[in-house]
């Protein structure tokens, strides 16, 4: 197939741009989970929203796939067919399928995309073996690529950094409200670009390394992913907080009675005007009033205003790539589509 | 340092050459581990036996260091230094405390070499972290070493495999005694050559490939990796049934009355003589009756011949080797060693 001519007219929209990405890397991935032992397959599946427990075909909305569009984004900032980026593509969708799987057996959470999750649906043992599995498949899936040795050590990293940022979201909830001990606002960021940004960057700079961009280029990319992957964490502390749970999929309130440090409340935290907020936290408090006195504090607008800028560093270091068949646009649309979701 | 000179005296005892390797990796497995959340670094080091849970440093036994020192015989087999198998055998160990972990949670094993298991101790939750730590530990050890890229190929296979032989191993307990839904051996040896073979093929095969040692090499480590794999699955079975409980730290029986589908049980279900075994098996059962009658039908004797067979064929694939500074006669010491363990 030849390559389409530079894209003169605007970027398409980004639910476009996710689309033709999961289009892309869609048979890929089937093909990699098709290789697993056919009980871990099903799993996979569910897990992917492709599948009901027993294999019946679903409809179930998948993820947005975020991460499988960075890295065929990635080949295509590099001048590369976005093609090019699929193994990276595969190898970071699978890897976000294990984390989720993992960390919904960690968190206890009993429900993922409007579904029983798939320890909660299979068993925490069965699901444990899946998330190995699709995280086993994940690094075959990139040592086969071509380029493999660099892209396993960039994949590597990230998988590093993503189990150091859930240990520390892990044992942030141990801590206290207040006093030395507590969580600083600087902590929380630390953790959120381990255990979101970490992922996303790998995402866009494997696809650039596969697609044979340089080291400026794959590294501008993991750093605006880990950026990136700081702000989504925002937003969705303050949707996990403010959101129409018609939309979020999560009760509301629900993140406050988990007694969960998100930003917001870190924030909240600091300012002496919220000082009773410890009190309306938890199981036993009062998640409506915890709410409004955190907006009253500020945590809602610092939330935001701190994504916003996450956004814009991953914005700049965006707009600084050599420019490329229009895939900083849809990056750049990316972006604008992640930091405005549902709010 | 310079090499020492090949050895022409018989080779050290097997208990001196998993000494000689545990010191050689010890360094390189600590400072990896050093490098992890300090948290899940603790965890790691309790399931080493370096620690008690707290952190204080403890005495307990490790394991036998099997897999470290395939690695490093691998290395000298292709007729390099043992150091060169090093970055194999700090992946190899760690890869197989990340599945024991997750296999001590799927199988709700609450004892390991006489201490509570990493979950019992730490939580489920935390123990799933550790494990997927220590993989992506392994994962990036070996990226990062020299010749990456074909090690992760043959790490990640291996893998791939550990997690379709603990799958396999996981639906053998809901399969019938009886009838053509019955595991099969042949589905058995499936089984242990991918849940406890693979690893040690990989680890003499990763060393060897890290020495420099050509294709046939290292495929034929590979392979007698495999069948020791089974031999010491199976002699691991006859001990979970016969075995001096002072010395394998299981219970008497404790195989039996978790109905386990071993190789001895499978054999003698087979038999006419044992049409009375399932009504034995199982929490009701009763062990010591079930154990005379396996052994009555064959399956003890069974399952040794068949542990011999396999080692034989280890043997013979490790003495078709170009000989290299005695690590052949090593590589066969241990091989005896782990066949006769106990009997």
Same mark, same amino acid.
Do not use: N
């Given at each position: /197939?030849?390559a389409?001519?530079p894209?003169?007219?605007?970027p398409p929209?980004?639910?476009?741009?996710?689309?033709?990405?999961?289009?892309?890397?869609?048979p890929?991935l089937?093909e990699a989970? %098709?290789r697993l032992?056919?009980?871990?397959?099903?799993m996979a599946?569910?897990?992917?929203g492709?599948?009901?427990?027993?294999?019946a075909?679903?409809?179930?909305? %998948?993820?947005?796939g975020?991460?499988?569009?960075?890295a065929v984004l990635?080949a295509?900032?590099?001048g590369a067919d976005?093609?090019a980026? #699929?193994p990276?593509?595969?190898?970071v969708?699978?890897v976000h399928a294990?984390s989720?799987?993992h960390?919904?057996? /960690?968190?206890?959470?009993?429900t993922?995309r409007?579904r029983? *999750?798939v320890? =909660?649906?299979y068993?925490t043992?069965?699901?444990?073996?899946?998330?190995?599995?699709l995280?086993?498949?994940?690094?075959?899936?990139?040592?086969?690529?071509?380029?493999?040795p660099?892209?396993?050590?960039?994949?590597?990293?990230a998988?590093?950094? @993503?189990?150091? %940022?859930q240990a520390?979201?892990?044992?942030?909830?141990a801590?206290p409200c207040?006093?030395?001990?507590?969580?600083?606002?600087?902590?929380?960021?630390?953790m959120?670009?381990h255990k979101t940004?970490?992922?996303? +960057?790998c995402?866009?700079?494997?696809?650039?390394?596969?697609?044979?961009?340089g080291e400026?280029?794959v590294?501008? @990319?993991?750093?605006?992913?880990r950026?990136l992957?700081?702000?989504?964490?925002l937003?969705?502390?303050?949707l %996990?907080?403010w959101g129409?749970?018609?939309?979020?999929? =999560?009760p509301v309130?629900?993140?406050?009675?988990?007694? =969960?440090k998100?930003?917001p409340?870190?924030?909240a935290?600091? *300012?002496?005007a919220?000082r009773h @907020?410890?009190?309306?936290?938890?199981?036993?408090?009062?998640?409506?009033?915890?709410?409004? @006195?955190i907006?009253?504090?500020g +945590?809602?607008a610092?939330?935001?205003?701190?994504?916003?800028?996450?956004?814009?560093v991953?914005?700049e270091? #965006?707009?600084?790539l050599p420019p490329?068949?229009g895939?900083?646009?849809?990056l750049?649309?990316?972006?604008?589509h992640l930091?405005?979701r549902d709010?």
């Amino acid at each position: /197939m030849s390559a389409l001519p530079p894209a003169v007219q605007a970027p398409p929209s980004a639910l476009g741009t996710l689309d033709r990405c999961r289009a892309l890397v869609r048979p890929a991935l089937a093909e990699a989970v %098709g290789r697993l032992h056919p009980w871990v397959a099903e799993m996979a599946a569910y897990s992917f929203g492709w599948c009901e427990v027993g294999g019946a075909p679903a409809a179930a909305p %998948g993820g947005k796939g975020v991460r499988q569009a960075l890295a065929v984004l990635g080949a295509e900032a590099a001048g590369a067919d976005g093609r090019a980026g #699929i193994p990276a593509a595969v190898a970071v969708e699978l890897v976000h399928a294990f984390s989720l799987l993992h960390d919904d057996i /960690m968190d206890g959470d009993a429900t993922r995309r409007r579904r029983p *999750s798939v320890w =909660k649906a299979y068993g925490t043992g069965p699901a444990v073996l899946a998330g190995d599995a699709l995280f086993a498949l994940a690094v075959e899936t990139l040592a086969a690529a071509p380029g493999g040795p660099g892209g396993v050590r960039l994949l590597s990293a990230a998988l590093a950094d @993503l189990v150091r %940022g859930q240990a520390d979201d892990l044992l942030f909830a141990a801590r206290p409200c207040a006093g030395p001990e507590r969580v600083t606002p600087g902590e929380y960021r630390a953790m959120a670009e381990h255990k979101t940004g970490a992922l996303l +960057g790998c995402a866009a700079a494997l696809g650039a390394a596969l697609g044979g961009a340089g080291e400026p280029a794959v590294t501008a @990319l993991d750093r605006a992913g880990r950026h990136l992957g700081v702000a989504f964490q925002l937003v969705d502390d303050v949707l %996990g907080i403010w959101g129409d749970p018609e939309v979020t999929g =999560k009760p509301v309130g629900g993140d406050l009675r988990e007694g =969960k440090k998100t930003f917001p409340v870190l924030f909240a935290l600091g *300012s002496p005007a919220a000082r009773h @907020l410890p009190a309306l936290l938890g199981p036993a408090g009062r998640a409506e009033e915890a709410a409004a @006195l955190i907006e009253e504090a500020g +945590g809602r607008a610092a939330a935001l205003a701190e994504a916003r800028a996450h956004t814009a560093v991953a914005r700049e270091l #965006i707009s600084g790539l050599p420019p490329a068949a229009g895939a900083a646009g849809e990056l750049l649309g990316l972006l604008d589509h992640l930091e405005d979701r549902d709010l």
